[in-house]
């Protein structure tokens, strides 16, 4: 691990059940890692692959997708599809070199601040140990390139 | 063209300001492109802090805005307002939530401001590619259809058929009243079920703002929310209502008998006929999958019987098409038959409860007399709560209802035959609501008597001679007939019905609402709302409840004069880019993307799109765009937020 190394976090949050349950976390003064960057979605379904690889291709060292319990969408299934393409997208960061715990799919209601809180800190703690994502996309060279 | 943004930083009183540091905020927004207007308020949402907003946009000639304060979730839709009173397009804004996300869960200040300055400049980067989207309105037809003229679809019908409405009944059976009508007394107060009933009925037989069509059915259901063309069949009943007056002079002379589905197929029928006396409308129909005419034969005994020359083999189907805003379905429910429970297969005497009440009904089979199948009075009436119900093995719910009407028969059966003893066997009670438990202890003093089980599809029974020996609670019991309380399941037509609507059905069978505790008449097709026990087992009170509040809910929107006002914020397909592959159109939740033959393209339907963007994400093409929510917006947020 490196001393005071800060990872960057993003989280993808759907409007009614994580981005919610975010804000709970506030109306609780519930302790939120500063390192974790929200970006709101109205549904979990609307995260795109492409956007987690953007995201650790931009300077992320983990990435969080959290969308509402099975059973609770708003749209009705949209975290179910969430779920089925983030399994698929796991295998693909692998193949990348990027870790495992660096990426994270899960559930948070709007009534779970508790719980939004406890994932969040579990998250930078991992990737902290992880240390920083050296893997990152060169626009100049369509391979990608290691370096520090 | 350079954009003109300003960026309102909110203290929000001491909430954001004592964690972070907002003069720093300011000092980084006025260092970004095309910021031109940075100012910091206590209190942005006040009075106050909104006008002066609105005057800075006005004076700044602000072209985007950002409010640097609380959740979205808390005040979106107020800066909206303040866009839109400033003649801003309000999806020109976008929120960084400082306060719930920021202020509230970080206790460190430079850590928080720190945050703060990502999370702005993420809505800096975001607001400059969003884009002014207006809000659509579409006109629509303010009819309505009702599906099914029971005790729920009648209820809707009434409530909707307000001034300047028109509502079209349609039930597929010949008479209407749904299952209610076969009931003689209802539960848990044993009021009468009739005098409850006909009111409605005649109500709905002379509402001149209702259409009733019966012996009819959908046959295709076209368009969606606000304009729904619905063709519906009906079928001929070869009996002219008009000159009918309903005497039953011609049942009898009818050469063809079959079971009578009405009276749980206890009873036979001929092939004109009404299914019980006293049908509304009182009148016959002919069935013609069973009469002999309609087989080639030259029979004419019904119309030559018929004094009044009401009878008219020559009418055909008829097929109408019709315009609706929205659509009620209340296509009811069935009970599980007897002969699915596995333990009591293939005995006889064995009834389901519904089959029950026709035996004790008036109207019935046996005019209401209990009698054996060797015409006796039964000694001894087994009542069987939960078979069935409560286990994986059949259906895993409790009807929630069967208790009560359990308790209902067993009292009828007192009252009408006191010699017969009467056992109930059941595991637990379910009696929940007003007077249910006090019915039940009242029900005590009926002498029967209760025997406790564990589960209702365990009991053994077998036949010997003329007695059901049934093996329950330690005991053995020898019953002459045993009621069978089985579970409400869905019609069981639903699913070869619902190929029509594409309703999502839930894993019971039952057509699912849209959210079942907050809008339980609602479903995920806009436009099309569910009532009564098509849509889970109720007793009449919830079914009438859930009725009328989809009448409420389709009244509410569907409104003459004015139009129907659309999600702005929907998923829309680049012609260009779609390949045609189908991937989003079988995700779509709410049946909104259908495939233009034409242009061989997936086609967004915005009355139905809510917005989630399930598709945008699945599209392998990159061709399906969510308005507010695309892929440019959310990239420049995350590259943004990572700055």
């Known amino acids: 691990m490196i001393d005071n190394f800060e990872p960057r976090i993003v989280g993808f949050l759907c409007n009614w059940c994580s981005y919610a349950g975010a804000d709970q976390a506030g109306n609780q003064h519930k302790e939120v890692p500063p390192n974790l960057k929200i970006v709101r979605v109205m549904c979990s379904g609307r995260v795109d692959p492409q956007h987690v690889v953007k995201a650790f291709q931009s300077g992320a060292d983990g990435v969080m997708v959290l969308g509402c319990h099975p059973g609770d969408c708003h749209y009705k299934e949209g975290n179910y599809k969430a779920l089925r393409r983030m399994k698929l997208l796991e295998k693909l960061l692998h193949e990348l070199g990027i870790e495992k715990d660096r990426f994270k799919l899960d559930w948070v209601s709007a009534s779970e601040g508790d719980k939004f809180s406890r994932v969040t800190i579990e998250m930078v703690e991992k990737v902290k140990k992880l240390g920083p994502l050296t893997i990152r996309y060169n626009k100049n060279n369509e391979g990608g390139e290691r370096h520090e | 063209m350079s954009e003109r943004i300003g960026v309102f930083i909110c203290d929000c009183g001491p909430n954001i300001a004592e964690v972070v540091d907002t003069p720093k905020l300011s000092e980084f927004a006025k260092k970004q492109d095309e910021v031109v207007e940075v100012k910091i308020h206590k209190l942005w949402c006040s009075e106050g802090g909104r006008d002066e907003m609105k005057r800075a946009i006005i004076d700044n000639k602000l072209t985007r805005v950002v409010v640097c304060a609380c959740s979205p979730k808390q005040h979106e839709i107020t800066f909206q307002k303040v866009l839109a009173s400033a003649g801003l397009n309000p999806y020109l804004m976008q929120m960084a939530n400082i306060r719930e996300q920021v202020a509230w869960v970080t206790k460190d200040k430079d850590k928080a401001t720190q945050k703060a300055i990502s999370q702005l400049n993420s809505a800096i980067k975001r607001v400059k590619v969003q884009k002014p989207l207006e809000k659509n309105e579409i006109e629509c037809k303010t009819d309505f259809l009702v599906i099914g003229a029971g005790i729920s679809g009648m209820s809707a019908a009434l409530t909707l058929a307000q001034k300047n409405r028109k ?11 749904g299952k209610v009508v076969a009931y003689e007394d209802a539960f848990p107060k044993m009021e009468c079920a009739p005098c409850m009933l006909e009111p409605k009925m005649d109500e709905v037989l002379h509402n001149e703002r209702i ?48 079971k009578n589905r009405f009276n749980g197929n206890l009873s036979e029928r001929h092939a004109i006929y009404s299914a019980f006396p006293g049908v509304l409308p009182n009148a016959p129909a002919i069935d013609c999958e069973t009469c002999l005419r309609y087989k080639g034969e030259d029979c004419k005994k019904c119309e030559e019987s018929c004094p009044f020359g009401a009878i008219d083999y020559s009418l055909k189907d008829e097929y109408k098409t019709i315009e609706v805003g929205a659509i009620v379905v209340a296509t009811g429910f069935d009970v599980m038959k007897s002969e699915e429970v596995k333990n009591f297969a293939g005995i006889s005497e064995v009834y389901d409860a519904y089959q029950f009440e026709r035996i004790i009904s008036s109207t019935g089979p046996t005019e209401g007399k209990i009698v054996t199948a060797d015409g006796g009075t039964p000694e001894v009436i087994a009542f069987v709560h939960c078979a069935g119900s409560r286990d994986k093995r059949y259906k895993e719910y409790c009807s929630g209802v069967c208790c009560a009407n359990t308790i209902k028969l067993a009292h009828l059966t007192k009252k009408k035959s006191p010699a017969t003893k009467i056992y109930e066997i059941y595991s637990d009670w379910c009696l929940p609501g007003k007077n249910y438990q006090q019915f039940h202890d009242k029900c005590i003093a009926d002498n029967v008597e209760y025997v406790r089980n564990d589960n209702a599809n365990d009991i053994k029974a077998v036949k010997k001679s003329n007695k059901i020996i049934l093996t329950a609670g330690g005991k053995n019991i020898e019953a002459d007939m045993v009621v069978l309380s089985t579970p409400i399941i869905p019609n069981y037509g639903l699913v070869q019905f619902n190929a029509l609507l594409g309703m999502n059905i839930d894993s019971d069978g039952f057509y699912s609402a849209e959210h079942e505790k907050i809008s339980p008449a609602n479903t995920a097709n806009r436009g099309i709302y569910i009532a009564g026990c098509c849509s889970g087992p109720k007793d009449v009170a919830q079914s009438v409840a859930q009725a009328q509040a989809a009448a409420g809910m389709a009244l509410s929107v569907i409104v003459p004069g004015e139009k129907l006002e659309l999600e702005v914020a929907t998923s829309k397909v680049n012609d260009d880019l779609c390949g045609g592959c189908h991937s989003c159109i079988g995700l779509c939740p709410y049946q909104a993307i259908s495939f233009d033959e034409v242009k061989k393209v997936a086609a967004v339907n915005e009355i139905l799109c809510r917005g989630c963007g399930v598709c945008v994400a699945a599209c392998p093409a990159g061709a399906i765009m969510n308005k507010h929510f695309t892929d440019e917006q959310i990239f420049s947020e995350i590259e943004g937020v990572l700055a």
């Open chain 2, 167 to 177: 509502v079209y009944l349609v039930e597929r059976e010949p008479w209407i009243g």
């Open chain 2, 211 to 258: 259409s009733l069509m019966t012996n009819s059915e959908i046959t295709n259901v076209k368009g969606f929310f606000g304009n729904f063309q619905v063709q519906i069949k009906t079928r001929a009943r070869h009996v002219d209502i008009e000159k009918c007056i309903g005497c039953g002079g011609c049942y009898d002379v009818c050469p063809v008998t079959v």
